[in-house]
């Protein structure tokens, strides 16, 4: 059974009468700002925790695939920040370069000819790559959430 004051609120919101709240709005316009038009997405093929390490979670071994790229991720924290050492393959080849984001600070690297990069010094929490290659779509990472 639904009460009363649930149902009035309900009515409210299907009539506008009751505004989104500005906190939401301003949320949404920051993940939208994120997107990067006409991206492929890499997904995630799993998390591997480090090899030879006893107690520990670091660092974090992350793969992303999609139609001819994989990226390989591993991400460190040392004092309270992130670093990211990473690989595309095949190598991209000449001209590209990588975006590593999260939600606030964007780093652009460029691709040395194996395909590494790294970036170091990013805030903890959401993180995402991007490679830009010319002439043709961006491929990007799904977020994922590192914590220390």
């Known amino acids: 059974m639904m009460d009363d004051e649930y149902f009035l609120a309900a009515i ?3 009539t506008g009468q009751d505004p989104i709240p500005g906190h939401v709005s301003a949320a949404a316009r920051e993940a939208f700002a994120l997107r990067v038009p006409h991206a492929v997405t890499a997904l995630p093929t799993g998390y591997t925790p480090a090899r030879g390490v ?7 071994l992350v793969r992303f695939v999609t139609d001819g790229l994989t990226f390989d991720l591993e991400v460190t924290i040392g004092d309270g920040l992130l670093d990211v050492a990473g690989q595309i393959c ?3 080849g000449e001209g ?4 590593v984001r999260t939600p606030h600070l964007t780093l652009t690297r460029h691709l040395a000819p194996t ?3 790294a970036a170091t010094g990013l805030p903890p929490g959401w993180l995402s790559v991007v490679c830009h290659r010319p002439g043709r779509a961006p491929i990007q990472t799904r977020w994922v959430r590192v914590r220390p």
Do not use: I, K
């Open 12 to 14: 409210r919101l299907a």
């Open 54 to 60: 006893r107690g520990s979670e670091w660092p974090q």
């Open 90 to 92: 095949p190598p991209p």
């Open 96 to 99: 590209c370069h990588v975006d």
């Open 115 to 117: 395909g590494h990069f």
